[in-house]
């Protein structure tokens, strides 16, 4: 039997790749692929936690954050896709306007 | 067992997707290789006894979200994307930051002590079956949350329609240009 | 406490609320309210009176005002027998200039704002009247000149008239300053500023003293010389004397009702209400006669040979003033209320008779263009004919029996200040008997010297103008009969009706001297009408001849012994110019805008290193934000 820790691990260490990918990619929509990576890494959690607690009610969060992670997704690829119309791309750092 | 060489195959399945899905070079890669990751996690599903969830991670995670975002990848122009740069300058920092963080996060990992267990063991998970369970819990417990999750949705709905529509902009250069100009001079003088 | 007291102060109040609020809108009837409320109050303060005059002395709080600590101050009600005549001055006199003004103020602009100043002075004067507290006295103390401000400077238009208001809050400032202090030593010694407990403590004050800078100081001439300091302002004695000619740029029944008949005298009422403190010190009240004296010369000289016929009035008034502080000093506190009772009236006729005149004239107020007037205007001729004798100390008029009431006091008294101040008291009898049958003299007989159309626009004025100076000449003939002495076979029903409060000291005179001195004083009275007939009827020509004989002391009177100037010139110009050069240059500029200038600066710099991190690249507050979790983690699971 797999202890709860090593799930924990493993999603401690989905949610670095998430991190990691979110602040060095520069493609927004990668970006937003890298915010998902750290969704899932979280919804691997609460099941795990839920499996092994013999509680439902981290999967009723695993399925609420799907939920919210897909309107997420439409809503940042919406952004990405009016970007793109505006600025012939989808990187971050081109977009500066809003800088002090 | 089998069980724990299952885990051990899809962990480092997630892990290598995940790592090849942040440095890969075509967004198109990055996103097929998220999907073989979402696979694998839907397999964790599996072996946590949340048979719904892994089909929701399938349908809804693969299926439907990817799919979207493959979407938009092909309205953008991705050959020129393919030349550019594919990270930030400070990618290293980035990084560093990112280990720094997995680092703190295992080190933490042993002090963490479970709660309460509640009531729903998985002998009584396999007696009433992941759907009906999962549904009990969904929609007597979270149903003013659940109803607020299809508002969200909705809201997304509109949102994303709104944000795509293609806006009309007679003056599209010009209004596009001067933010740009001014955005330079005060690069110029920080 | 009963409604019929609190009644006193309040209908003034209201009046001055609704007056101001709904004033506008009424318009021209608006007067109705004030008058209706300041008559109530004059019945109140009859009944007020004759509670008293039974016996009853009433001393309550309403509630409680300012609670701090051991510090308690509350709002309350002091209705003994000093408070009953003073309510009866204010309350009279209030009534009949309310009522003056309706034809004085006709169609004036701001018609509405006269009216509720006038109330809200009224109210002030009542509760500074009224009040069982030095905090109270102080509201009133500085309502009444916020009032007097706003009704000097209400033709604000007018520069030299708001140029007055400014000058007499500003003036007066000094003397508050040291009444404020003087309140606090006050509250120190006695730790309570109520009447009732401050002078049942004072006795023991007495034997106090404090060293300062080596010298020994008694505590309570420190107080009683303080608290003078605020009579000094406000009852326009040398030095802060110069506040009230200028005040008379008011309109007239303003002058007559604050400035010479109720809120001049808060001074004297500040010296009689406290004189539990002030009979603790020797030194104060000797300094208060012999400053009584020399401001009673002084103001008395001065009003010789001023040409304006309010300002002639004003510095009289300072004269009389001074008399009732010349009571003050020697002890017989009776006799200077008696002085301002009898006083309050004949002084507010003598002003509405000028405002008559004015009113007459057309707003002419230079005695060079009168003459005449007598029979053009007959009642206000007869009326301040009347009040010129009363002031003069001719029997039987009131001001015969307070003046001379104050000059057997003064005579009795043992100290020498009260020697000097009979002697000039009764100089000055002697001149006030001039100074003011020159004014109706010139005023009133020999020729029209004005313009030819303004002798034909010349008439009496009208009804409204005219009962308040009857009812008034009533007063100024009357009021003194209260107090007629025993030697005259009265029975001196004033002093002994004041006595539970103020005290009274025996005159020890016999009869035959007490009527040898009235007849010295009724002479002195009389020399100065025969002289000022004998220069002004007979030989109109000495005037002239005599002012171009001695033309040094004609100047030096006639510019009011230049103490304006000498102030301009030693007070105001260097304190203008530290205002300008030091505080403004100085201070303002370099200090309070740097700080206010510097501190913006300072942040603004602040905000150019930081507005760095701000650059728009969201990579960048992306790497900014997993650095700062990355932190708050290691602390967490640090600490």
């Known amino acids: 039997m797999i202890s709860l820790h090593w ?32 969704l899932n890494a979280v919804n691997l959690n609460l099941v795990a936690m839920s499996h092994y607690l013999e509680s439902l009610r981290g999967q009723a969060f695993t399925f609420f954050i799907i939920t919210v992670a897909a309107a997420e997704a439409a809503v940042g690829l919406g952004i990405a896709i009016a970007l793109y119309q505006h600025r012939r791309n989808v990187h971050t750092d081109s977009f500066t306007e809003l800088k002090g | ?104 996060l295992l080190w933490a990992l042993p002090s963490f002590t479970a709660g309460q267990h509640g009531q729903w063991t998985s002998k009584l998970i396999e007696e009433n079956g992941h759907v009906q369970t999962l549904g009990l819990e969904i929609f007597t417990q979270y149903l003013l949350p659940f109803e607020i999750a299809g508002v969200i949705l909705l809201m997304a709905l509109i949102g994303g329609l709104v944000l795509a529509a293609k806006i009309d902009r007679p003056a599209d250069n010009k209004t596009a240009s001067v933010p740009e100009a001014s955005g330079q001079q005060m690069e110029k003088h920080p | 406490m009963s409604i019929s007291i609190l009644a006193i102060p309040f209908l003034p109040l209201i009046a001055f609320v609704l007056t101001l609020l709904f004033g506008r809108q009424i318009g021209t009837k608006v007067h109705w309210l004030p008058i209706a409320a300041v ?98 006295l102080f509201f009133g103390w500085e309502a009444v000149g916020l009032s007097s401000y706003l009704l000097i400077g209400f033709y604000f238009n007018k520069k030299s008239a708001s140029d007055a208001g400014k000058k007499a809050f500003i003036v007066n400032r000094f003397g508050d300053f040291g009444f404020l202090l003087g309140m606090f030593l006050v509250y120190t010694q006695c730790g309570s500023l109520h009447y009732s407990e401050v002078f049942a403590k004072a006795p023991q004050i007495g034997a106090l003293t404090f060293s300062f800078l080596g010298m020994d100081i008694h505590v309570a001439t420190l107080i009683a010389m303080l608290l003078f300091c605020g009579a000094i302002g406000k009852s326009a004695q040398i030095p802060l004397h110069v506040w009230l000619p200028d005040a008379m740029e008011g309109p007239t029944p303003v002058s007559a009702l604050i400035h010479a008949a109720t809120m001049v005298t808060a001074g004297v009422f500040l010296v ?140 009795c008294s043992d100290s020498f200040a009260g020697k000097v101040a009979y002697i000039t008291g009764l100089l000055v009898a002697f001149l006030t008997a001039f100074y003011s049958f020159r004014l109706l003299f010139l005023v009133f007989h020999g020729d029209f010297r004005g313009t030819e159309e303004q002798r034909h626009h010349l008439r009496e004025s009208s ?75 007979l030989r109109p020509q000495l005037a002239p001849d005599l002012a171009a004989r001695y033309p040094a002391l004609y100047r030096l009177l006639h510019n009011k012994y230049y103490v ?48 760095g991190l701000q650059d728009g690249v969201v990579s960048h507050y992306l790497a900014w934000m997993g650095g700062g979790a990355l932190v708050l983690i290691v602390l967490i699971l640090v600490g």
Request: aromatic share 14%; with cysteine.
């Open chain 3, 564 to 611: 304006d100037e000498l102030y301009q010139k030693y007070i105001v110009e260097p304190a203008l110019w530290v205002a300008r050069n030091v505080l403004l240059k100085g201070v303002d500029t370099r200090w309070i805008e740097g700080v206010v200038n510097g501190v913006p600066a300072c942040l603004g710099l602040f905000a150019q290193v930081l507005r």
């Open chain 3, 463 to 537: 009804p409204v103008v005219l009962v308040p100076l009857c009812l008034l000449a009533v007063g100024a003939i009357g009021s003194g009969w209260f107090g007629i002495p025993e030697a005259l076979g009265g029975s001196n029903h004033w002093a002994h009706f004041l006595n539970p409060v103020l005290g009274h000291p025996q005159a020890h005179v016999a009869h035959s001297t007490e009527l040898v001195l009235m007849l010295v004083s009724v002479l002195a009275g009389a020399g100065g009408i025969a002289l000022a007939w004998f220069m002004y009827r």
């Open chain 2, 1 to 104: 067992m089998f069980t724990t060489f299952f885990f051990w195959y899809c962990a480092l399945v997630i892990l290598g997707c995940g790592l090849l899905a942040i440095s890969l070079r075509n967004p198109v890669h990055s996103v097929l290789s998220v999907l073989v990751l979402f696979f694998h996690l839907a397999g964790l599903y599996l072996l946590l006894q949340a048979e719904f969830l892994a089909a929701v991670q399938v349908i809804v995670y693969a299926g439907a979200i990817l799919v979207l975002y493959l979407f938009v990848l092909f309205l953008i122009n991705l050959k020129e994307e393919l030349k550019l740069d594919a990270f930030v300058p400070g990618v290293k920092l980035g990084r560093g930051i990112a280990v720094g963080l997995f680092v703190l």
């Open chain 1, 7 to 38: 799930y924990m691990g493993l999603a401690a260490a989905l949610f670095c790749i998430g991190v990691c990918g979110f602040l060095t990619r520069r493609n927004f929509i990668m970006m937003l692929l890298s915010a998902e990576l750290m």
């Open chain 3, 272 to 411: 009689a209400r406290c004189n539990p403190i002030f009979a603790l010190s020797t030194f104060t009240l000797n300094f208060i006669a012999i400053l009584g004296a020399v401001t009673a010369l002084f103001a008395a000289t001065i009003a010789l040979v001023q040409t304006d016929i309010k300002r002639v009035v004003a510095y009289s008034t300072v004269s009389q003033l001074a008399y009732m502080f010349i009571a003050c000093g020697v002890g017989a506190y009776a006799a200077g209320i008696f002085h301002l009772f009898t006083h309050a009236f004949f002084k507010a006729l003598l002003f509405l008779g000028c405002g008559s005149i004015i009113l007459g004239m057309h707003h002419e107020q230079d005695l060079k263009y009168m003459g005449g007037l007598k029979k053009f205007m007959p009642v206000t001729y007869i009326t301040f004919l009347l009040a010129s004798l009363s002031i003069s100390g001719i029997p039987p008029f009131a001001g015969f029996f307070s003046k001379d009431e104050i000059l057997l006091m003064a005579f």
């Open chain 3, 39 to 136: 008559l109530g109050s004059f019945c109140c303060a009859l009944v007020a009176f004759c509670r008293v005059q039974s016996g009853e002395i009433i001393n309550a709080d309403l509630y409680t005002w300012i609670q701090s600590g051991s510090f308690r101050v509350s709002v309350g009600f002091l209705v003994d027998q000093l408070t009953a005549v003073m309510l009866i001055v204010v309350t009279s006199v209030s009534s009949l200039v309310h009522i003056y003004s309706v034809g004085y103020m006709k169609g004036e602009e701001g018609y509405y704002r006269f009216f509720a100043y006038l109330s809200l002075f009224t109210f002030s004067m009542l509760m500074l009247v009224m009040g069982n507290n030095f905090m109270q």
